[in-house]
């Protein structure tokens, strides 16, 4: 189901794409998809940082997005991850505003 | 239904602008034996009278609700349309068809349609956007450009270009009209329908693992048209492939209706085989497994269409993205 819409069976993210023929999804095997997810949240934290936030996997079948106020939000994807981070922070998620980008380079260069 | 028919059925889109000779390629293109066995959905009332195909009529309803949801972008009737297509299929109400080809009104932004193909429940199990092939009037092209941001995006979003009209047009302005094209959607091959003999098998897999046409030199950058422009960033290392979604998930995000086109070859750290995707606007297919390198060139090449997007911050975004593993690593 698509969290932001609620329509059943709205979301199918290219980055988690069911395995089928032909298809690359690190999806398949198990190992490979909770490495994946590991792997996801401790990059998408390094961008997350700067606007005070932080993601955690939940179960195994999703993410925890949490502020440093304490507010928290569940999140499937990563298409679902920067609208909720938009929201939850007030701000824009812009991976473009040079300001962002001179952080994340003096971060990360 | 027969087993040989595709687990999921390509759809193509055929787009242009009024009077650009959509329905007159379409016409052309179903003429021919190897179309048989296609579907085809007007969304407006044509004069393709062919006793072998189906012709729907589709209003210009769209739906688009207000939460902006990307996956809510769809066209309700064009679902239901294709939806009962599927259907008749399946109970052998009708010949069984391996193609859809859906000829849109003049005046559409092909996103929408794209975007009801992955969106809908029923349809992203069965169908698949096989490519988008737009025609555009060489007698009239140019001034469309700069009248109508529609027929800019219509261009900029094809994996086939058909130049109309070039028997009568003058050699300049089509000259003119190329350079413009190319400018562009380098990635797009340009035929000319009064010229070319038209593969019309060929020309419906536009969209298939021979898409990818790469721009050779690094950061490529063409001359801008109305705010649309092309260009390339070429990778001599391989990706991380994380680090990848997690940047072009942002930047679609924020950016994502003005990124009129994403295509990219890649590379990945670990991978024998390169990895292919591409994206309209906010909507990137599944990335698929090419089976070999086009050539011996075996750089991570992307190629976007973007407008009104600086393409240095874009090529500056993705450089430090893609050192994040890294220095998380270290």
């Known amino acids: 189901m698509c969290s932001l819409c609620g329509v059943i069976g709205g979301n199918e993210h290219w980055a988690d794409a069911p395995a089928r023929e032909g298809v690359y999804t690190r999806n398949a095997d198990p190992v490979r998809r909770r490495r994946e997810r590991a792997e996801r949240v401790r990059i998408a934290n390094c961008v997350l940082k700067l606007y005070g936030m932080k993601l955690s996997d939940w179960q195994g079948v999703a993410f925890l997005l949490s502020t440093l106020t304490g507010k928290s939000e569940i999140v499937e994807d990563l298409g679902h991850l920067w609208p909720v981070a938009e929201k939850l922070s007030g701000r824009l998620c812009d991976p473009l505003a040079v300001d962002f980008l001179a952080w994340l380079e003096a971060d990360h260069g | 239904m027969g087993e040989s028919l595709p687990a999921f059925t390509p759809v193509t889109l055929l787009t242009g602008f009024l009077g650009s000779g959509k329905t007159t390629l379409l016409r052309r293109l179903l003429a021919d034996p190897a179309l048989a066995d296609t579907a085809v959905i007007i969304n407006e009332f044509g004069e393709v009278g062919i006793d072998h195909l189906l012709v729907e009529r589709l209003d210009d309803q769209m739906v688009l609700l207000s939460s902006g949801c990307v996956c809510c972008t769809v066209r309700g009737e064009l679902a239901t349309a294709i939806r009962d297509l599927h259907s008749r299929r399946e109970r052998g109400l009708m010949p069984p068809f391996r193609r859809l080809v ?229």
């Open chain 2, 102 to 330: 859906i000829e849109s009104t003049g005046l559409a932004d092909p996103f929408p349609v794209l975007s009801t193909l992955k969106a809908d429940p029923v349809l992203r199990h069965h169908f698949r956007a096989a490519g988008v092939v737009t025609t555009v009037d060489a007698v009239n092209g140019l001034i469309q450009f700069e009248r109508h941001i529609e027929s800019v995006r219509q261009a900029a979003i094809a994996d086939v270009i058909v130049l109309t009209k070039t028997d009568i047009a003058e050699e300049a302005a089509t000259a003119r009209l190329v350079a413009r094209l190319g400018a562009m959607n380098p990635s797009a091959p340009l035929l000319r329908a009064a010229e070319d003999p038209l593969d019309a098998d060929a020309l419906l897999k536009s969209g298939g693992s021979g898409w990818f046409k790469a721009i050779a030199e690094p950061h490529t950058e063409m001359a801008a048209h109305r705010g649309v422009r092309a260009f390339s960033i070429v990778v001599d290392e391989p990706l991380d492939w994380t680090a990848f979604g997690v940047w072009l998930t942002m930047l679609l995000n924020r950016h994502g209706a003005r990124i009129l086109r994403v295509k990219g070859i890649l590379a990945l750290e670990g991978e024998e085989r390169p990895i292919a995707i591409h994206g309209v606007q906010h909507l990137v297919h599944a990335p698929t497994h090419l089976s070999c390198w086009p050539s011996d060139d075996r750089r991570s090449r992307l190629v976007f269409i973007v407008e009104g997007i600086e393409p240095d911050l874009i090529q500056r975004s993705f450089s430090i993205f893609k050192r994040l593993n890294i220095s998380v690593a270290a």
